[in-house]
Each structure stands twice: as C-alpha cells, then as structure tokens.
C-alpha cells in the first residue's frame, strides 16, 4: 500500500478541542459586545456631564462676574428704600449704578416663583403681531 496524503484541517484531527475553542471564541464576542455597548454609554453620560460641568462652570464666572447681591427683608413696617440703605454688610466697591429687584411674599416659594417671572418677563423676547 503506498503512502497517501490525507487533506484534512487541525480541525479535524482535534475536533472537540476546535468546537471548545469555537465557543470561547463566541463568547468572547459576545462578552466584548457587550463591553463595547456599556463602554459606549459610559462615553456618552460622560460627555453630558462634561458639557453639564462646562455649561455650570460658565454660569458660576458668569453669577461671579455680575456683582450680584441678595438682601433678604424680615417682614417689618418701614420705609423700604430706608431698610435696603442702612442693612448692614453692605456690597463694597466701586459703582455708579444698579438695579433692585424687589419680590415680597409670604413664603421663600413664592419670592422664587416671583423671581422666576420676573427674568422670563426681562429674558423672554417681545413677539410683535404681525
């Protein structure tokens, strides 16, 4: 009998060992798709907090930069204009002029709730009818 060369895969000659290695494989796969999809979404909530951090950043030098000062009033009788002159721990510096707002109520809610209408009032844009 002569010799006779077989064509076979290392497949077949270890074909357990190949079907184990098949599945690991696949679960490999699977367990880095996985990975992938959470690394992903990691990526993303960081990057909305990045640009939540950035954004708060810019608001904080900006409330900062603009001089402003919160006198809060004791419900009292008197001459408002007088209370606000003579509170103690006045803002120091220079300055020329400035604005007052002015929100009275019965609780802190509703000074919030005044205030928020008012910056809608002075921030939303005037809509002319056409």
Known sequence: MADIWQSKTLGDVFSGSAQSLVSIQA???NLFNKYSAVANQLGQ???VLNNLLNGTG???NKLQGTGL???QLAPAQGNLVSR???????P????SAG???GFSAMDLASVIQGYQNAIEILTKPVEIPK
């Open 27 to 29: 679960e490999a796969d």
């Open 45 to 47: 909530k960081i990057n």
């Open 58 to 60: 810019d608001l904080l």
């Open 69 to 71: 000062y919160v006198l």
């Open 84 to 90: 606000i002159s003579n509170a103690s721990n006045p």
């Open 92 to 95: 120091t510096g220079d300055y």
């Open 99 to 101: 604005i007052v707002l």
